[in-house]
């Protein structure tokens, strides 16, 4: 099943869940850099986005779901990839049962980086970009992302307190870097990667950037390059198409990760 491009606007319903680091520890810690992903899954129900099919649209099926269950997605990329290690599912996080469908922990084969992607359930997108910031904001981890639709379009979400978390951060939305990269900042961490036209979040972008971040992690715009030629194959556009949804180097780079 192949994503199509999709532009999604959504009216968040959920009320915000308790600070996420608060459950950390709730699962197997893994080695290497640590690496948190937080993914609203997309929902025609919950969410004023464009409909998708039924099939891939309903943000409580998390095994089917655009951003979750389709080849682009982010458990399946890491499945096939020769990088990384077979991915673990935990359906029951108690810890966050009430908004969390699907947890997957992935370990790189080199042990270079554990990852641990928490699936949220379509009504829960405030939850989603609460604990996103969260996590930032606790510097528990060497990077923090989130895939879904831009919740922030059309939720006042009130800033955390402002923090040191020194985390490098990745938002694969639609113009995050408008909506997103100051609060990051707030946070006291890097918007490494950022976007400034509406996209596709596709897990490969995120994959693929992390085996250049993970080898020099100060290299903005290696990081930017991966980003673009992941985004360029998985759209089937142009490499100089694709390097035009993400914000460049200078403009994102914020604080600087050594």
């Not at 532009?7 to 948190?36: E, M, N, Y």
């Not at 059309?154 to 639609?174: F, I, M, R, S």
């Amino acid at each position: 099943m192949r994503a199509f491009f999709i532009c999604c606007v959504c009216i968040c319903l959920a009320a915000v869940l308790p600070c996420f680091a608060d459950s950390a520890a709730a699962l197997p810690r893994g080695s290497g850099k640590q690496v948190a992903v937080f993914v609203a899954l997309c929902d025609n129900e919950h969410q004023g986005i464009a409909p998708v099919p039924a099939r891939i649209g309903n943000g409580e099926d998390a095994a089917n779901n655009l951003y979750w269950g389709c080849s682009d997605a982010l458990p399946k990329v890491l499945r096939t990839s020769r990088d990384w290690g077979s991915p673990k599912h935990y359906t029951d996080y108690a810890s966050r049962r009430d908004a969390v469908i699907d947890t997957v922990v992935c370990t790189r084969a080199d042990g270079a980086a554990t990852l641990y992607a928490y699936a949220y359930r379509g009504d829960s997108i405030v939850a989603c970009m609460r604990d996103f910031e969260a996590a930032l904001a606790s510097a528990q981890y060497d990077m923090v992302a989130y895939i879904g639709h831009n919740g922030l379009m059309d939720e006042d979400l009130p800033e955390l307190p402002a923090a040191q978390g020194n985390t490098d951060a990745v938002v694969l939305c639609c113009m995050s870097d408008e909506w997103f990269s100051d609060r990051i900042r707030h946070l006291g961490c890097r918007p490494l990667l950022m976007t400034r036209q509406y996209m596709y979040p596709a897990g490969k972008v995120l994959v693929d950037l992390l085996a250049v971040w993970l080898k020099t992690p100060a290299d903005a715009a290696a990081v930017h390059a991966a980003a673009a030629k992941a985004y360029a194959t998985n759209q089937r556009i142009s490499v100089k198409a694709a390097a035009g949804v993400f914000v460049a180097p200078r403009a994102a780079a914020g604080n600087t990760k050594e």
